[in-house]
């Protein structure tokens, strides 16, 4: 809401949208049972909060982790707001989860978990209402029950015409070729939009990545491409560092066998958890949670840019430090915008009765990117201020612009 506040100052917002983007539309929150795999019956929390849709359904990710309640869908939901309108999709803000760490659960417990959350939201989630994807600890296998479960519940004449209820689907079921990819590939494209507007050859520069799931894992593939040397990772399982480089394929592949961890791999040594983001680089690229660089770490970072994979990494005092210090930061909701804008082309494919080709979805979504881009870095030179705010200015008047034709249901 600081952010929020400060763009909505800067544009002068009219006072009464300031008003109703500073609420939530709705906000959802649901406990349902589940009988294990042992015959016991566990209940379970679920939270939907749906923030805005004047531009379109509430669109964002569900995510499965402890840490989830209804304080974190909030901020997540609202940020997917500005997200949207920023890439000039036609869609609001939404975000989920359930609170439970899905290592602790057998994969049928996971299934039946996501049915009965799925089907405790009821109507609440539609193919034009709100459409969930992918997030932390979420997968396309899960998409794939939702959008099964949400299915079933239909008359058998309109099933069929409701598995858009759920993007990041597997390709089988109505997925994208590149969703998987869309996030670090759109976390890429920016840094090399920030390059050529810097002057910078990204060639051998060397980067850092906290968190080495989908997006960590994506940005880490497609900088590597660029020539850029991967030296140090973090995730929940520790941090390893190489400074003549860590092959990303092969962690990749050592992950996928060691139960998604980095901790152990032979490439690279252990490093202390609290000396990540002290490591000499170039670039950071934090791809885990939200509030990992705040007033007690951002001094440490002697990186010149920071591309924000997370949602929310860098915390506003944070922020303030690295601006002052002059790092630039692409911020989140630009910098990961590509996964949104691939579950855009999902859901319209979708919808069409279409299938895209991996090569054409790649460059729908850079040349997305490109424009909100250009457009973040011109509204930050328009009202004199950072990148964020610059960001949040261009979703704000693309929404004000929406209530001001449209007026409000009286
Ligand atoms: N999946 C997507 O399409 C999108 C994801 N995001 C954001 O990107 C971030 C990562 O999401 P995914 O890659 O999808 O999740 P994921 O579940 O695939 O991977 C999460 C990674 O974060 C690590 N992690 C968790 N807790 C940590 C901690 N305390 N310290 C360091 N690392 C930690 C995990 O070990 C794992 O490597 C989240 O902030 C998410 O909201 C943003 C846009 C789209
Ligand atoms: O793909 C989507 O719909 C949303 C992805 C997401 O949750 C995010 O951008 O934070």
């Known amino acids: 809401m600081k952010q929020f506040n400060h763009a909505a100052d800067t544009i002068k917002l009219d006072a009464g949208i ?41 669109k964002g990710g569900l995510r499965f982790h402890p840490a989830v309640d209804i304080d974190t869908a909030r901020a997540l939901a609202i940020w997917m707001t500005w997200k949207s309108a920023l890439a000039g999709l036609p ?53 794939a029950w939702i959008a099964d479960t949400f299915a079933s519940t239909k008359s058998p004449s309109t099933r069929m015409l409701n598995l858009h209820v759920v993007t990041g689907k597997p390709i089988g079921s109505g997925g994208l070729k590149g969703r998987d990819r869309a996030t670090g590939f759109g976390v890429v494209a920016s840094i090399k939009s920030w ?63 060691n139960n998604g961890d980095v901790y152990g791999y032979e490439g690279a040594k252990q490093l202390e958890n609290n000396s990540f983001f002290k490591v000499e ?46 790092v630039d930061i ?14 855009y082309y999902e859901w319209l494919q979708n919808k069409r009765s279409e299938n895209y080709n991996i090569d054409t ?3 729908m979504i850079e040349e997305k990117l490109s424009v909100a881009f250009s457009k973040t870095v011109e509204s930050a030179r328009k009202y004199k201020t950072d990148w964020r705010t610059g960001a949040y200015c261009v979703a704000l008047e693309r929404i004000q612009q929406t209530y001001q034709e449209r007026g409000v249901f009286p």
Not at 20 to 36: C, W
Not at 303 to 320: Q, Y
Not at 330 to 343: E, F, K, R
């Open 91 to 143: 869609y609001g803000g939404g975000k989920g989860g359930v609170s439970i760490d899905p290592q602790a659960y057998s994969k049928s417990e996971l299934e039946r978990i996501t049915r009965r959350f799925t089907y405790a939201l009821g109507e609440n989630i539609g193919p034009d209402v709100d459409i969930p994807a992918p997030d932390v600890n979420t997968n396309p296998q899960i998409m």
């Open 195 to 257: 390059a050529k507007l810097k002057g910078v050859d990204l060639l051998n520069k060397t980067f850092i990545v906290q968190g080495f799931g989908n997006v960590g894992y994506w940005a880490s593939h497609f900088m590597t491409e660029l020539g850029a040397k991967l030296i140090a990772v973090q995730d929940a399982s520790g941090t390893i560092y190489n400074e003549s480089g860590i092959d990303s394929e092969q962690l990749h592949d050592y992950v996928s066998i």
């Open 361 to 363: 979805v790649l460059e």
């Open 330 to 343: 692409i911020p989140d909701i630009l910098c990961n915008a590509g996964g949104v804008t691939g579950s």
């Open 281 to 326: 680089c170039d670039i950071v690229i934090p791809a885990a949670l939200s509030n990992q660089i705040t007033s007690e770490n951002a001094d440490e970072i002697k990186a010149s840019l920071i591309a924000e994979g997370a949602n929310g990494p860098i915390d506003t005092e944070g922020e303030k430090i690295l601006l002052a210090k002059g």
């Open 18 to 58: 300031r008003k109703i983007l500073s609420a939530t539309n709705s906000e959802i929150s649901v406990h349902f049972p589940v009988k294990m795999d042992d015959g016991t019956i566990e209940v379970f929390n679920g939270y939907r909060v749906q923030h805005n849709n004047a531009l379109g359904p509430y």
